[in-house]
């Protein structure tokens, strides 16, 4: 090992967020970075960390600016907590801050150090807009210039194409294709319905409502700017709205802008730490990360695009000795109602894990009142770095509220990846 020589447990002991916003809404005249800082301040003011020294900060955005190049340092520089706090940018697409829990985790448990803040964040009201490659390289003609002439020839080259620019996308660089695209794929595929869609659509909904009305995010999200919920949870929609909605990826296709997570800005961040540091200070620890994995899929080749998830969990449940049924919730990301319902169906086929998986059966079925209990991202939105950080926070305290219990995370990601954990209590 590089420090320690026998592991320590890794306590979660809360996490905090603003409330997801839809896109181009409550959040379009802020960035990144103060998105960001909201959510570390607000962990370091729920668990009095002002002025103190963490072991470290490791957070993430997918769509930033290529003057965000030290983003989780800068943000933490704002947060309250001490200057002498490193930070670390991290990226796994939607799976990041996920990704980000779990280094924190590996340095904890080795003893590298005894507490650190995972946090994403993501907006797609400030995305880097650019203009094309011709154009940069005429820029880049004139800055390497030595005289006035040579500073003035490459202007003379310019023409109106040089000044469109480059949107930023979310479309896969080896296929072309949306994530919405791969995933009409993958329901047509799996044979998932549009009505299975819908009704897992409208059951994430009905759980986040219920969620807020209960109180049960009092504590884990904090007001900005004017918002004080999730202004993506629709409490009042139903079977026969959602039915109504029109196919957003294909004519005949069955994902809908209903069966699907919105465009959303917003950030989450969580704290974690030693058992000894937490209690050194008075912090009540709500859970404790076990095990994480990431697995990839061809999905040029053939495989489905969010899949992978599929292939991390039963790898994960082999490292932990246990079976798909041993957990008291399973928090599956909704990057599209399609995804979830695809994962499960995969775990279910007795040719597919026999296949794929290498298994001599199939990995089984969960329950689906476990499932998002509080809802998931199609309901809540879904700040691409930011959901793992969400999640974390939110099953820390389910499990401290249930008092014991086990819980699964399992994020899809872009790229073809998929972050997966367990925590325990």
Not at 172 to 198: C, F, V
């Amino acid at each position: 090992m590089l420090v320690g020589s026998k592991p320590r447990r890794v306590a979660v002991i809360g996490g905090a967020r603003i409330p997801f916003a839809r896109a181009h809404g409550a959040y379009a005249s802020v960035g990144n970075q103060q998105m960001l800082t909201a959510s570390l301040k607000a962990v370091v003011d729920r668990f009095s960390l002002k002025g103190e020294r963490l072991g470290d900060v490791v957070a993430g955005a997918v769509m930033k600016h290529s003057s965000q190049w030290n983003l989780a340092r800068e943000a933490m520089l704002d947060s309250g907590l001490s200057p002498e706090t490193p930070g670390l940018d991290m990226q796994r697409a939607c799976g990041t801050s996920l990704e980000a829990a779990i280094t924190i985790a590996n340095k904890i448990t080795l003893g590298q150090i005894d507490s650190g803040i995972a946090g994403g964040v993501d907006t797609v009201s400030d995305p880097p807009i650019v203009f094309g490659r011709e154009y940069q390289q005429l820029m880049l003609r004139v800055f390497r210039a030595r005289s006035f002439g040579q500073r003035i020839r490459p202007f003379l080259g310019l023409r109106p194409r040089h000044f469109k620019p480059t949107y930023p996308g979310t479309g896969e660089p080896r296929t072309g294709l949306s994530m919405g695209q791969h995933a009409e794929q993958m329901a047509r595929t799996w044979k998932i319905t549009r009505a299975e869609q819908d009704e897992l659509a409208f059951q994430s909904h009905q759980r986040a409502a219920r969620a807020w009305a209960e109180g049960f995010m009092s504590d884990l999200v904090v007001p900005y700017l004017g918002l004080a919920t999730d202004n993506n949870v629709r409490a009042d929609t139903s079977l026969e709205k959602l039915a109504k909605l029109k196919p957003s990826f294909a004519a005949d296709g069955t994902l809908t802008a209903g069966n699907s997570t919105p465009m959303t800005d917003g950030s989450a961040s969580v704290l974690l730490a030693s058992e000894d540091w937490a209690q050194s200070r008075g912090l009540a620890v709500q859970a404790y990360l076990t095990y994480g994995k990431v697995a990839a899929v061809d999905f040029v080749g053939g495989e489905g695009l969010l899949m992978a998830p599929a292939y991390a969990v039963p790898r994960m449940l082999a490292d932990a000795g246990l079976s798909l049924p041993d957990f008291d919730f399973y928090e599956i990301h909704e990057a599209f109602a399609a995804q979830v319902l695809c994962t499960l169906k995969a775990w279910e086929s007795e040719k597919f894990c026999r296949e794929r998986l290498g298994l001599a059966k199939p990995l089984g079925s969960i329950d689906r009142a476990k499932l998002n209990v509080k809802g998931g991202s199609v309901a809540v939105g879904h700040p691409f770095a930011a959901t793992g950080a969400r999640i974390v926070a939110s099953l820390a305290k389910l499990l401290a509220t249930r008092g014991s219990g086990r819980g699964l995370i399992s994020v899809c990601t872009a790229g073809g990846m998929g972050v997966t954990a367990i925590m325990e209590r």
